[in-house]
């Protein structure tokens, strides 16, 4: 090398030093030159302050006389002895060039490489390996690199014996040239570096032949494997799971594969159902059935699930071990296995002290406990772990007897579960049937035969509470027809005949609730009917409280009693009203639900047409916990004295006697939506009521008449109030007490009755029987019935249902008095 390319690489100037000592010897001539001028000066007598100026010349001119050999013969400031020496120690071999590919600096590794490959001068790295072929390519696009001053490396074979620099006699070498741009005060730089990379190539390729190894061993394997991406998609499968279910063996790679498609849609939900917390891994052991074409393969899965610091999936992997060989599934071999894959009992395998070994995915999607821990007893409801406990050790100390308990599994929502346990062996067979839905539907039973007999009981006492306010209603009419409102007496009859009116609507509500008033359904529309509610509910809600009524164009036709339906709103109204002590707003709407929306509305209701009637508030809403309860009779949340708990009661049991459901959505804080759903009815034209003309007032009507009345009546009392009302008013009354004798005074009888009126319900015959033998005799007599629930003369099959009419219990005496003229003409 000469010294001219030693400069040029950013070294001394030649292996003997001249430079370096010429600029020495020059240095300190000038220093000692410099010395003795100062010596001469003050010899000659300067004063201290005449010499300052030129010591200060002195110094300046030292210093830059040393940085000027700095720059010009050592390069110190540039490369410097530290800079040189970590180059030197890195090993690999590095040069600086400028934008033109001029050698700035280069390192001892690189000059000796440049010395190797007989060159008599330090040359660019792009330059040293521009005449080899292998490296064209990567010396072109380093340069590119450079030109553009971004850092690129690039990897290069060289084989043995090459005369390529860098090359060895011993074996095949791998170089990799990189270039990355230098930060300079002027100019472009670039960085070229020379490494020896064999080393690590050979364990990369090592690494990937064992990798090569163990997937060639997984693809042979006797069992097959998989893998699964957190997302649900399958990323592996290996050759003996693919021959075995007929897939082709890159279809994850190629199909995106859906975890399903490989096994199954109930295996996928229970692997991807799988939680877990931070830094847990799961695992998991089932029999399930994968598709294979048409068919199944009945197969045990093993697979672990992994999670990271924050509790997110990581991929999971599985292996698959087959049953039985697919060609003899339909021979089911092993029947028990595939009997516990389909059945809908959980069935699984367990330890002595209770561990899961194996379970189908019915019994692991119990709870998802059991797939995080594995222990039966850790699912259990803590108040339900005593009673599971014993079931364990009765099963141990009986090997052979199961023994049952039934617990309830902690899940969303909880499980009630009839659990079996049996010792088989070293092992328990564990059997697990959910009882949830069958468990909630005994519930409904109870309660279904609680209010069934609630309402039996209700009925029978509101028919002989109708008996006994029947006259007390009637006979406190009589006294006041007697009476002046001046009269001392006037007010307390008023009084008493006021608080029997209002147990008289005390038993009408128990009627209501049993389903056993007398319903009177006309053809209806709703919106014409509620035209006049308005006001009502106006008045029932005062003034604090907001009202609007909305109904849709072409609302359909329901068979209703109005009158019924109508104390329906009342009585959610009032609700309403009670739940916004401080103001809100009530809104009644009604509209038409068709068949498609029955079946996809928020609540469950047979497939038919339906008009709906909705009354929504702003009040306070009813809580959760006592929602399911409003219903039942005599619940209430109001104060003592401010309710009897029959208002809810009674709207439903119109609602439910006229064909109709209703549901109660109701949210805290929020305010409460009653829906009623009443059948939409499809009228005869003829059958259509006319438009609602103006109401125009009734002259007085006159009650009095002429004619002979028999009245049948078991109860004394009724009968004489009857007997009594009808007299006065002008008839002629003959009276029975039964059935039997209301025939017998009929058979005895020569003249005759215009109208017959009697009690439904009376021992030996009864109302319709009488009513049956007496058109077998040819008696044309008009008839009507009287009953505090008339539900047994309507159920029976009277071969012409309109030959009576009927007053409910109990009547006053303008209500008898009008029906009997209504009927008479």
């Not at 899961?356 to 019915?362: F, G, I, K, M």
């Not at 009859?493 to 209002?502: G, L, P, S, V």
């Not at 909705?614 to 916990?625: H, N």
């Not at 159920?795 to 249902?801: F, G, I, Q, T, V």
Request: with cysteine; hydrophobic share 45%.
């Amino acid at each position: 090398m000469t010294d001219k390319d030693n400069a040029r690489a950013g070294r001394p100037a030649g292996a003997n030093g001249k430079r370096p000592l010429i600029a020495a010897l020059l240095l300190a001539v000038a220093a000692l030159a410099v010395a003795g001028l100062f010596v001469f000066l003050v010899r000659k007598g300067g004063d201290a302050a005449d010499l300052l100026l030129p010591g200060v010349a002195v110094l300046v001119v030292m210093f830059l006389l040393g940085l000027l050999a700095g720059r010009q013969f050592g390069g110190l400031s540039d490369t410097g002895l530290l800079p040189q020496q970590m180059a030197d120690g890195t090993g690999d071999a590095m040069v600086v060039a400028d934008d033109r590919g001029r050698v700035l600096h280069a390192n001892t590794a690189f000059v000796q490489l440049v010395s190797k490959a007989g060159q008599s001068r330090v040359t660019g790295m792009d330059v040293l390996y521009a005449g080899y072929p292998d490296f064209a390519e990567p010396i072109y696009q380093l340069a590119q690199a450079s030109a553009a001053g971004r850092s690129l490396s690039r990897d290069v074979r060289v084989p043995a014996n090459s005369s390529v620099p860098g090359a060895s006699a011993e074996g095949a070498r791998w170089l990799r040239l990189s270039v990355s741009p230098l930060a300079a005060a002027s100019g472009r730089r670039s960085l070229w570096r020379l490494s020896d990379i064999t080393a690590d190539r050979q364990g990369q390729e090592t690494a990937f032949a064992r990798l090569q190894y163990i997937i060639t061993y997984l693809d042979h394997a006797p069992a097959g494997f998989f893998s699964i991406l957190p997302d649900g998609r399958v990323d592996y499968i290996n050759a003996t799971l693919a021959e075995w279910l007929g897939l082709d063996l890159a279809a994850p790679q190629t199909d995106k594969m859906p975890l399903a498609r490989l096994v199954g849609d109930e295996a996928a939900r229970h692997m991807m159902s799988v939680q877990g917390g931070a830094n847990v891994s799961h695992v998991d052991r089932f029999t399930a059935q994968l598709p294979k074409g048409s068919g199944r393969v009945a197969a045990d899965i093993i697979f672990r699930s992994d999670f990271d610091s924050d509790g997110k999936p990581l991929p999971s992997r599985a292996m698959v071990m087959l049953k039985q060989e697919p060609e003899r599934m339909a021979a089911a071999a092993n029947w028990f296995d595939l009997l516990a894959v389909a059945s809908p009992i959980g069935v699984a395998v367990l330890t002595k002290t209770g561990e899961l070994r194996r379970a189908n995915s019915t019994f692991l999607g119990l709870s998802a406990e059991l797939k995080l821990h594995g222990a039966v007893l850790n699912a259990v409801r803590e108040t339900d772990r005593p009673a599971y406990s014993a079931a364990l050790e009765a099963a141990l100390a009986r090997p052979g007897t199961p023994a049952s308990c039934e617990v309830t599994l902690d899940n969303q929502p909880p499980r009630a579960v009839q659990m079996s346990l049996c010792q088989v062996g070293d092992t328990l067979a564990a059997f697990a049937l959910d009882r949830t839905e069958a468990r909630a539907l005994e519930v409904q039973l109870a309660q279904s035969q609680k209010m069934q007999a609630v309402g039996q009981l209700a009925s029978g006492i509101a028919h002989d509470f109708n008996n006994v306010l029947t006259p007390i209603i009637g006979f406190a009419d009589l006294l006041l027809t007697k009476m002046r409102p001046t009269d001392a007496a006037f007010a307390d009859i008023m009084n008493i005949k006021q608080n029997a009116n209002r147990a008289a609507n005390l038993v009408r509500q128990l009627l209501a609730f049993s389903r056993k008033q007398t319903m009177q359904p006309r053809v209806t529309l709703l919106s014409e009917a509620m035209s006049d509610l308005g006001n009502l509910l106006g008045r029932v809600l005062g003034e604090k409280i907001g009202f609007d009524i909305n109904h849709e164009r072409d609302l359909g036709y329901v068979l209703v009693d109005f009158n019924q339906f109508e104390q329906v709103v009342i009585n959610l109204a009032v609700n309403a009203r009670d739940a916004m002590p401080h103001g809100g707003r009530l809104s009644v709407k009604t509209y038409n639900v068709s068949k498609a929306q029955s079946q996809n509305g928020k609540h469950k209701l047979p497939e038919a047409e339906y008009v709906v009637c909705e009354v929504a508030d702003t009040g306070t809403g009813i809580p959760k916990e006592i929602l399911e309860k409003i219903w039942e009779p005599f619940f209430s949340t109001k104060e003592v004295g401010k309710g009897t708990g029959l208002g809810l009661s009674m709207v439903y049991g119109i609602v439910k006697q006229t064909g109709g459901f209703i549901y109660c959505d109701s949210e805290v804080g929020k305010g409460t939506t009653f829906t009623i759903y009443l059948p939409r009815h499809y009228p005869q034209p003829a059958a259509v009521p006319p438009p609602a003309a103006e109401k125009v007032e009734a002259p007085r009507a006159d009650f009095t008449g002429r004619g002979r009345i028999l009245v049948v009546e078991d109860e004394d009392s009724v009968r004489a109030f009857a007997v009594r009302a009808l007299t006065s008013r002008g008839y002629t009354v003959v009276e029975a007490d039964s059935g039997e004798r209301g025939l017998e005074v009929i058979d005895e009888d020569k003249e005759g009755f215009e109208v017959i009126l009697s009690d439904v319900v009376m021992p030996e015959m009864d109302g319709p029987t009488m009513l049956a033998e007496i058109r077998k005799r040819g008696i044309t007599s008009k008839f009507i019935f009287m009953s505090g629930y008339a539900e047994d003369a309507f159920e029976r099959n009277l071969e012409n249902p309109d030959d009576f009419a009927f007053i409910q219990k109990p009547f006053t005496l303008k209500q008898l008095v009008e029906k009997v003229k209504e009927v008479m003409g």
